[in-house]
């Protein structure tokens, strides 16, 4: 999938790009570590990850890797948890898929209503994660419809995981457009990083995981996309919209300074 926006010299706000795990669903501590336990039950391993244990295991983005981080943690030698990884991860994403199907992995709040509006005000909408693409077009396709998007950029087409911007330069090429007309929802401080080093402005909505994170050089912070309890930025009191998106962007110090 790819789609070329044309961009102006204004600065505008021409697209969003959003990540998925922690910001358009709530994914992580019912989702993914749920999977995770699953597999290692079936194949008969002893571990289970508790939800603090696997807040400390987010810090390591892609399933694959954190299972291979952990698993050489445990004593299995280097090779030995790679093929092991490999096989666990597979599982994990059809056990992952099966609760997609099932309905159990919802959107955050807020968000439906935000992607209605920003699609109605002609804004692109596109993605970029290091989830793995056998899970993220269906729930995609489940919760918001897979056109809802320009392009989506996953961590299976993408050698390097965030924090590297790789995911987010792909987004970019794939747009035609330059950092300084989209914009960046993430939900974690490694999200942010990757959307930052791209020259992406990034604005974090932060979750139960993620809300003691260092967030520097994000555009803005908030804790939900409707109704914040906490926002660094007294515009966004009511939320993300549109408009708030728009004058977020357009006041921003990383607009001004790029050309
Ligand atoms: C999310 C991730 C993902 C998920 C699991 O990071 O690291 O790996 O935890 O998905 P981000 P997979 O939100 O910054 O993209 O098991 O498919 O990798
Ligand atoms: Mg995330």
């Excluded at 570590?33 to 939800?51: E, I, T």
């Excluded at 990757?194 to 604005?203: F, H």
């Amino acid at each position: 999938m790819s789609t070329t926006v044309s961009p102006d010299t204004s600065h505008q706000l021409a697209a969003v790009i959003f990540d998925v795990d922690g910001t358009l669903v709530d994914s992580e501590r019912d989702g993914h570590r749920v999977a995770f336990n699953a597999a290692f039950a079936a194949a008969g391993l002893p571990y289970r990850w508790d939800v603090e244990e696997y807040g400390q295991l987010l810090h390591i983005t892609g399933g694959r890797r954190r299972l291979t981080a952990f698993l050489e943690r445990q004593g299995h030698p280097p090779q030995e948890a790679a093929a092991l990884a490999a096989q666990l991860h597979a599982d994990k994403t059809a056990r992952f898929r099966d609760m997609i199907n099932q309905g159990r992995i919802p959107p955050r709040p807020g968000v439906p209503e935000l992607i209605t509006e920003l699609t109605d005000a002609g804004i692109t909408l596109a993605v970029a994660t290091t989830g793995t693409r056998d899970w993220v077009e269906p729930l995609l396709d489940r919760l918001f419809g897979l056109d809802t998007f320009a392009t989506v950029v996953t961590g299976t087409e993408i050698p390097t995981l965030k924090p590297d911007p790789a995911a987010y330069l792909e987004t970019l090429a794939r747009l035609n457009l330059p950092p300084y007309h989209a914009l960046a929802i993430e939900d974690s401080a490694n999200g942010l990083q990757a959307a930052r080093a791209a020259g992406i402005p990034c604005l974090v909505v932060t979750n139960h995981y993620t809300q003691d994170q260092d967030f520097t050089g994000a555009l803005a912070v908030l804790n939900s996309f409707r109704n914040p309890t906490h926002t660094t930025d007294p515009h966004l009191t009511q939320g993300l919209t549109p408009h708030t998106l728009t004058t977020l962007l357009k006041n921003s110090p990383h607009t001004r300074t790029n050309p």
